[in-house]
């Protein structure tokens, strides 16, 4: 394997790393918001005005049920990366596949969105995506279309 494969390599598992570090984030971050709202529901004191207790509780019982939810969505996604290979080059867009244009970089990984990593903006995909699967079965020096403009795909790995 040359040079420029073995950077185009490290370069998806770098991405992948960095998806990673940000799934753990949000997972550690839903994970306290959904301790803090179940530590709310179970300190809610019970007051004179009865009706106010019990409303309390339910609002923290409500907000620890959706952060429950966010953390299993995440804890999904975080699934789904782990089956993404980075370890190889593809020729054609799928899973795993990084699409380079002059303006932006296509990771067909999970959605996360458009990020920037490492001076380059990056929109990472999930194959499930509307815009994946218009990319599929494209190749190195097709078009795409990407917010209104007609692109050129340069390299495909």
């Known amino acids: 394997m040359d040079q420029e494969q073995q950077e ?6 770098g991405l992948k790393r960095w998806a990673l570090d940000h799934l753990g984030q949000r997972i ?21 005005a009865g009706d ?15 952060y429950a939810r966010q953390l299993a969505e995440l804890v999904r996604e975080l699934a789904a990366l782990h ?4 370890d190889q080059l593809i020729t054609s867009a799928a899973t795993g596949a ?22 380059r903006t990056v929109l990472f995909l999930s194959p499930q995506a509307p815009l994946a699967r218009t990319l599929q079965n494209k190749r190195r ?14 390299e495909i790995f």
């Open 8 to 13: 185009k390599l490290a370069y998806k598992a």
């Open 28 to 48: 550690a971050t839903a994970n306290e918001a959904m301790q803090q709202a179940q530590e709310a529901a179970n300190s809610e004191e019970k007051s004179s």
């Open 52 to 66: 106010k207790y019990e409303t309390g509780r339910a609002m923290g019982h409500l907000q620890k049920d959706m």
């Open 83 to 86: 089956a993404v290979n980075a």
């Open 98 to 119: 990084l699409l380079r244009t002059d303006k932006i970089d296509l990771f067909i990984s999970i959605g996360l969105g458009k990020q920037t990593i490492a001076n």
């Open 141 to 154: 020096g097709d078009d795409i279309l990407f917010q209104q403009e007609t692109i050129p795909i340069r």
